[in-house]
C-alpha cells in the first residue's frame, strides 16, 4: 500500500511539474510571438497614455527582428513576414543609443520624409501639419506640482488623428532642423510635445529592426494612490474609465 501511496504521489508531482513547464513554455512563445505586457514609466505620451497604464503590444504586426526576442537572440538582420508601420502608429522600439531600453513613441515621419518643429507648429515634407484647440489638459498624478496644458486633435497627412499637449510654442523643441528621415527608419515622437526626449533630441532616426511591435490596448491603469506593499490599494488606485481602451 505504501508502494502505491508513494507512487501517486511521485506521479503526482511529475504531473504538476510538467503542468509548470508548460505553462512557462506557452507563456514565453505568448509574449514573444503574438503579445507583450508593457508599463508606461513617464509622461512623454500624455494626453494617450498616462503614467501607470499597463497595454499590450503585438508581436506579429509587423514581423520579427532578433529585438522580437528577449536579450535580442538569436541575432540576425532584417525582419521576418515584415508589414510596414504606419504614419500615426504608436509603437514599442528599442532606443537606438543601446539597443536595449524599451521607449514608446508615435511614428511621425516615414523613410525619405522631411520633419521639422517650427514655432511649435509641426511640418512634414514642408506642410504644416493642422491641429484644433480642444481645451485645457491638467496633469496632476505622479507629480509635486500640478500642471496645466493646452490639448490640440492633430490631423497627420494620411487623415490619422491623434491628441497632443503643448506647454508653449516657444520651448526647446518647438524650433529645429529639418530632419530627411534616412532609408529604413522611423521618426518618433511623443504626443506630450513639450515632455518628451523623442527623434528630435537624443533618440534620432529609429531603424526599422529596432521597432518591437504597435501598442494595442490598456489591460490595467492605476493612479499614484497605489502602494506596492498593499494590497488593497491596488483595487483602489484602478482607473476603471481606462481598462480595455484601444490606443488610438
Not at 538582420?77 to 514599442?92: N, S, T
Not at 504626443?191 to 504597435?214: A, H, L, Q, T, Y
Request: charged residues 30%.
Amino acid at each position: 500500500m505504501e508502494n502505491i501511496e508513494e507512487k501517486k504521489k511521485e506521479e503526482s508531482w511529475g504531473e504538476t511539474f510538467r503542468t509548470v513547464i508548460y505553462a512557462i513554455v506557452i507563456a514565453g512563445c505568448i509574449r514573444t510571438f503574438f503579445f507583450e505586457p508593457f508599463k508606461i514609466p513617464s509622461g512623454s505620451m500624455y494626453p494617450t497614455l498616462e503614467i501607470g497604464d499597463f497595454l499590450f503590444v503585438s508581436k506579429y504586426t509587423y514581423g520579427y527582428s532578433r529585438y522580437s526576442f528577449p536579450f535580442g537572440k538569436p541575432a540576425f538582420e532584417g525582419r521576418i513576414w515584415q508589414d510596414l508601420p504606419e504614419r500615426g502608429d504608436v509603437v514599442v522600439f528599442k532606443f537606438p543609443g543601446d539597443n536595449k531600453t524599451d521607449y514608446i513613441k508615435r511614428i511621425i515621419g516615414l523613410p525619405g520624409d522631411t520633419v521639422q518643429m517650427k514655432d511649435g507648429r509641426l511640418y512634414i515634407n514642408g506642410e504644416m501639419v493642422q491641429r484644433e484647440e480642444v481645451g485645457k489638459y491638467v496633469i496632476d498624478e505622479y507629480t509635486i506640482l500640478p500642471m496645466t496644458y493646452t490639448e490640440y486633435v492633430e490631423t497627420l497627412p494620411n487623415g490619422r488623428q491623434h491628441r497632443i499637449l503643448e506647454a508653449s510654442d516657444d520651448k526647446s523643441t518647438d524650433n529645429t532642423v529639418v530632419f530627411k528621415v534616412p532609408e529604413n527608419h522611423y521618426f518618433m515622437m511623443g504626443d506630450n510635445r513639450d515632455n518628451s526626449n523623442d527623434s528630435r533630441k537624443d533618440v534620432g532616426f529609429v531603424p526599422f529592426d529596432n521597432i518591437e511591435g504597435k501598442a494595442r490596448f490598456l489591460f490595467y491603469s492605476h493612479d499614484d494612490k497605489v502602494v506596492w506593499y498593499n494590497p488593497i490599494s491596488w483595487i483602489m488606485a484602478i482607473r476603471w474609465e481606462r481598462l480595455f481602451n484601444t490606443i488610438k
